[in-house]
C-alpha cells in the first residue's frame, strides 16, 4: 500500500475527484483510525526508494533499509507462507546465519520478532537490509553456537515469494501432524528463552493444527477416509503435548485459569499423565484449593513415587495443610471462648491471693473494731 495521492476521489454525490490520499480513504472509507505519522504505520502506508533508511518503529531498535526494489503490491500479509534468501552478519562482519530457501508463515514468530515485522514491509523480489537490535533479535541469552549475548544483527534479506497459507481443512493428517509438530518445537524454543507469551501463540497455532477436523465436506472426506486410527491416535497424543506445554507456558504468566483448562484437556484423554497432573497440582495451590491440589498431587506420587519434584510439593503443601488447620482450630476456639488466650493469665493466680489477704485482713481489722466497742461497754 502506498501513501501516494490518488488520482481520483469520492465526492459528495458518489463521482470521483482527484486529490484523496490513502491516508484519507483508510480513515472515511474504512473507518480505521491511523495516525500517518507514526513510525509503523507510516513505514506500512509508504513505499520507500532504494537507499532510504526506514526506522519502523521510531526508537533506532528497527531498521530497514531497500537494496533492491521488488514489485510493488506484493507486500506479504500475516499467515501467508514466506519464501526468503537470509543472511545475518555480527557488526564485524562474521556470518552467523545464513538461508538460501527459508520457508516461514508470516506473523508465528518463526523467525526472530525484528524479521517478523521487517519482512511485513518487503516486496515480492526485494532485497532489502534489516538492522535488529539485541531486544528485537537474540536479546541477553544470544544463540549458540555463534551469537553472542546482546549482539545486534545486520541481515540481508530476499523475498524470493509469498503465498497464502492453505487451508487446514484440506490437509491430510500427515500435514497437519507435521506443521503442528513444527510450531510446537518453536513454541519450546521460545520457553525456554524465557518468552512464554510467544511461546503461547506458537503452542495455540500448533493446535489448530493438531485437532482432527469433523465437518468435511465429501471431497475432505476422501482424504480424511485414508486416515488410520493408529494416525488419528498420533495425532491427539501430539495434541495432548501441545496443552501440556501450554499450560506451563500460561502458569510463566500466571494465568492459573486458563492454564487449568489445558490441563483439563490432557486429562480427559490421559487420566494418568502424571506431568498435567503435578500442573493442575501447582495451579491448584496457586488458586489456594489446598485440599484438592493434595489430592490431585498425591495421585501424581501414586503413579510416579520415585519422582522429587511431587514429593517435594506434597511435603510443603502438607506442612502448609496443617498450619491452616491449627488455623481454623484456633478461629473456632476463639468463637467458642474456649481459645487459650481466654484462660486466666499465670499473674492472675497472685492477684487472686493478694485479694483474699486485703479481705481477711479487712474483716480481722472489723472484728478488732466489734470486740472494743464491747469491752468498752462492759467496762463501763
Not at 489448530?208 to 480424511?224: A, V
Not at 517435594?312 to 488455623?327: S, T
Not at 467458642?336 to 493478694?354: I, Y
Amino acid at each position: 500500500m502506498t501513501i501516494k495521492t490518488f488520482e481520483i476521489n469520492e465526492m459528495e454525490n458518489g463521482s470521483i475527484q482527484p486529490g484523496a490520499t490513502q491516508t484519507d480513504f483508510i480513515k472515511e472509507e474504512l473507518n480505521f483510525d491511523i495516525d500517518p505519522n507514526k513510525p509503523l504505520e507510516k513505514a506500512v502506508l509508504n513505499e520507500h526508494p532504494p537507499g532510504e533508511c526506514i526506522d519502523i518503529l521510531g526508537n533506532g531498535q528497527l531498521k530497514k533499509t531497500v537494496l533492491k526494489k521488488g514489485k510493488d503490491g506484493t507486500r506479504p500479509n500475516r499467515s501467508d507462507i514466506c519464501t526468503l534468501k537470509l543472511t545475518g552478519k555480527l557488526k564485524d562482519d562474521t556470518v552467523v546465519e545464513e538461508y538460501e530457501d527459508l520457508t516461514i508463515q508470516l506473523g508465528d514468530v518463526e523467525v526472530i520478532q525484528g524479521l517478523d515485522l521487517a519482512i511485513a514491509l518487503m516486496d515480492v523480489g526485494e532485497v532489502a537490509e534489516i538492522e535488529v537490535n539485541p531486544r528485537f533479535a537474540y536479546g541477553s541469552l544470544g544463540k549458540e553456537p555463534n551469537i553472542p549475548p546482546n549482539a545486534t544483527i545486520l541481515y540481508t534479506v530476499e523475498l524470493k515469494s509469498s503465498q497464502l497459507e492453505e487451508e487446514i481443512e484440506i490437509l491430510n493428517v500427515n500435514q497437519r501432524k507435521e506443521i503442528g509438530n513444527k510450531k510446537r518445537e518453536r513454541g519450546n524454543w521460545w520457553f525456554t528463552r524465557n518468552e512464554p507469551t510467544l511461546a503461547i501463540h506458537c503452542y495455540r497455532r500448533a493446535l489448530e493444527f493438531l485437532l482432527p477436523i469433523e465437518n468435511r465436506t465429501s471431497s475432505q472426506n476422501e482424504i480424511e477416509d485414508t486416515t488410520t486410527d493408529a494416525e488419528l491416535q498420533a495425532l491427539l497424543e501430539d495434541r495432548t503435548k501441545v496443552f501440556n506445554n501450554l499450560a506451563a507456558a500460561q502458569m510463566k504468566i500466571q494465568a492459573y485459569d486458563a492454564a487449568l483448562k489445558s490441563v483439563e484437556n490432557v486429562l480427559s484423554c490421559q487420566p494418568q499423565n502424571v506431568k498435567a497432573l503435578f500442573r493442575k497440582g501447582k495451579i491448584l495451590i496457586q488458586k489456594g484449593e489446598h485440599s484438592l491440589a493434595y489430592q490431585t498431587l498425591l495421585q501424581a506420587s501414586k503413579l510416579e513415587p520415585e519422582t522429587k519434584a511431587i514429593q517435594m510439593e506434597l511435603a510443603m503443601l502438607k506442612e502448609k495443610n496443617a498450619k491452616d488447620a491449627q488455623h481454623e482450630r484456633n478461629l473456632y476456639r476463639k468463637m467458642l471462648g474456649t481459645h487459650k488466650n481466654n484462660t486466666p493469665p499465670k499473674n492472675s493466680k497472685k492477684e487472686n491471693n493478694s485479694s483474699s489477704k486485703l479481705t481477711w485482713r479487712l474483716i480481722g481489722g472489723a472484728s478488732a473494731a466489734i470486740v472494743a466497742v464491747v469491752l468498752y461497754r462492759f467496762i463501763l
